[in-house]
């Protein structure tokens, strides 16, 4: 698959963060992995780690410290419902674009 | 909170090894060298960092690939995120600081026939700023140190130190060779007893060693030379002791 663009990815990563925390308490390698599984590709932790912090200060999302499965404590995050209202505001932008790229496409395709 | 690697760092880069060993305790020291920013939210991200690298490597890969061939740019990101210290967490950081270089200035000028208070007794007090302030800048210097942000940084600390230096010598001058009484001197180190005492029982965090070397110190020069001399002596070397183990204590930050 393809390397997205790591400008292309800036505008929506902040939104498919919260979308993916907000199926369930997740951590920040395993937030890595399902935007791997996704499509997204490899986004650094470099990348996913200060947009964690941005939607903690914006109480998008909390933290908590609780074992892990696989042994010690480590930060888990979930959705706030400021989190929510954020994926309910992000989504018409996101499915605007969509729109509008795929008839801009369309039209390009009917040229 | 100390600055340097906690206990739970110190465990969970042990997990880490080779060359991502090496990034990883960089990535670290770099992050802890901001001492304007909250230490306790510094330590949390570290460490989830941290949780997430060691599962990085378990999965095999390699720790530029998983965090990012751009680690300060990224750690800077970081930074800009976590909130900034508070003014008690200041208090925290600043508390050895102001102790030691009191501690320093007043015991030179007690050994003083007769007690007195020289410019020179300033050096103290530059000393222990330039180890705080310039310190905590050059131990998070193992990224590359020519990048402009860091650069700025240290510039910026280097340049507030000698002009604080600079001011505070100016007022101090007119102080210079002030002779001033032995018993001004045990008054203040009796006060700084209470006073840092009052600070601990406050705030847990502002040691309990202070109000005991201020406390020792005062009660070494009230009743020490009355007493003989091997007593005298014993109560003279508890106190460097207690002195030398506390400075230990408290520039470990």
């Known amino acids: 698959m393809a390397k997205i663009p790591s400008q292309l990815l800036k505008g929506t990563l902040e939104g498919a963060l919260l979308m993916i925390i907000g199926r369930g308490e997740t951590y920040g390698y395993a937030l890595q992995e399902t935007l791997a599984e996704l499509g997204f590709g490899q986004v650094p932790e470099g990348t996913i780690y200060p947009l964690l912090l941005k939607m903690q200060r914006n109480k998008q999302i909390e933290a908590v410290r609780h074992p892990s499965a696989s042994g010690p404590d480590r930060k888990y995050y979930h959705l706030t419902a400021t989190g929510e209202a954020s994926i309910a505001e992000f989504l018409p932008s996101w499915r605007q674009l969509v729109g509008a790229m795929a008839q801009l496409e369309g039209d390009k395709g009917n040229e | ?253």
């Open chain 2, 1 to 253: 909170m100390s600055r340097e690697l906690t206990k739970p760092m110190q465990a969970k880069l042990a997990g880490i090894h080779g060359v991502d060993h090496v990034y990883a305790e960089t990535l670290v020291r770099y992050l802890l060298s901001f001492s304007s920013k909250d230490p306790r939210e510094v330590a949390t991200t570290i460490e989830a960092i941290l949780d997430d690298m060691i599962d990085a490597q378990q999965a095999g890969q390699r720790l530029p690939d998983n965090f990012g061939e751009d680690p300060q740019a990224a750690a800077d990101e970081i930074i800009a995120e976590l909130p900034n210290r508070s003014r008690a967490q200041w208090l925290d950081y600043l508390w050895p600081l102001i102790n030691l270089s009191l501690v320093g200035a007043t015991l030179d000028a007690f050994w003083r026939r007769p007690p007195a208070w020289h410019l020179a007794d300033l050096t103290t007090f530059a000393l222990f700023l330039l180890i705080w302030v310039v310190g905590a800048v050059v131990r998070g210097g193992g990224f590359n140190q020519l990048k402009r942000k860091t650069t700025l940084r240290l510039g910026v600390w280097l340049l507030l130190y000698f002009g604080g230096f600079v001011g505070l010598a100016a007022v101090v001058t007119r102080l210079d060779h002030q002779v001033i009484g032995a018993s001004v001197l045990l008054i203040f180190w009796g006060a700084m007893t209470v006073v840092s005492l009052v600070a601990y029982l406050w705030r847990r965090s502002l040691r309990f060693y202070w109000p005991v070397l201020w406390g020792l110190m005062t009660i070494t020069a009230a009743v020490g030379p009355s007493l003989p001399t091997g007593s005298w002596l014993a109560l003279l070397a508890v106190n460097a002791g207690w002195l030398v183990w506390t400075a230990i204590q408290a520039t470990d930050n």
